[in-house]
């Protein structure tokens, strides 16, 4: 336990601190457009994920099929040279939509979740990026571009799922990704500091902790229903 601590610590070992999050001087043109291409991957790699999850509960598209073409363009994703953009977006895509198709086979039989609660959520996601691209478009400030982002987030999601315990846990995870989202954007402006940023790539790891971190509170929703049965 002291180990992960100890990882976690040191990941978060940065140059950057809590005020240069909150910095309200303009960025400069580099970093900007920089984390304004991310954000417009990652809004359009979540609106793929939500075709690909839509796709799989009308027809069923999900199947080892798409899983096996996931794992082939993942893997082609990361052979193809980082000079490649545009076929690198596609292959991201292309993973994003499989991903979608097949990941409500695993929440379905190891979660019992249904897959209309999956799409509920990924369409929660993509407000979350939304409201960061659209906060990029219009402030240049990273701190109103946080604060507008969080607020704008908070306010959109209330209003779009409804009361109930699944929901008030679906936008717990989304507001914990969304700090997540706060500083790995941060990274971003402070590794553009050194040159080009390589916004494929941190578009794709952001949008696969995301479903690292559902898995995650899913299974501790599980262990904490367990241990509550076993008290009962």
């Not at 390589?198 to 952001?206: E, S, V």
């Amino acid at each position: 336990m002291n180990f992960l601590v100890n990882a976690v610590k040191l990941y978060f070992n940065r140059n950057w601190t809590r005020k240069d999050m909150m910095n309200s001087a303009p960025m400069t043109e580099h970093a900007y457009t920089s984390l304004k291409t991310v954000y417009v991957t990652l809004f359009l790699a979540i609106l793929a994920t939500a075709f690909g999850s839509y796709l799989h509960l009308i027809w069923e598209t999900g199947g080892m099929l798409s899983i096996m073409k996931c794992g082939t363009s993942l893997l082609w994703l990361y052979r193809t040279p980082q000079q490649r953009v545009l076929a690198r977006l596609l292959y991201l895509m292309d993973v994003a939509i499989c991903f979608g198709a097949s990941v409500g086979l695993f929440t379905k039989y190891f979660f019992e979740i249904d897959q209309s609660a999956v799409i509920r959520f990924l369409q929660g996601a993509a407000i979350v990026f939304g409201c960061f691209l659209f906060a990029a478009k219009v402030h240049r400030e990273r701190s109103h571009i946080y604060i507008t982002s969080l607020i704008n987030t908070g306010i959109l999601l209330l209003l779009w799922f409804d009361v109930s315990q699944w929901t008030l846990k679906a936008y717990i995870l989304l507001a914990f990704f969304m700090g997540y989202l706060v500083l790995y954007s941060q990274e971003i402006l402070y590794d553009a500091r050194f040159g080009e940023i390589n916004f494929a790539n941190c578009a794709f790891t952001i949008f696969f902790c995301l479903p690292a971190i559902v898995v995650h509170a899913v299974r501790l929703c599980l262990g904490a229903n367990t241990e509550q049965h076993r008290q009962n």
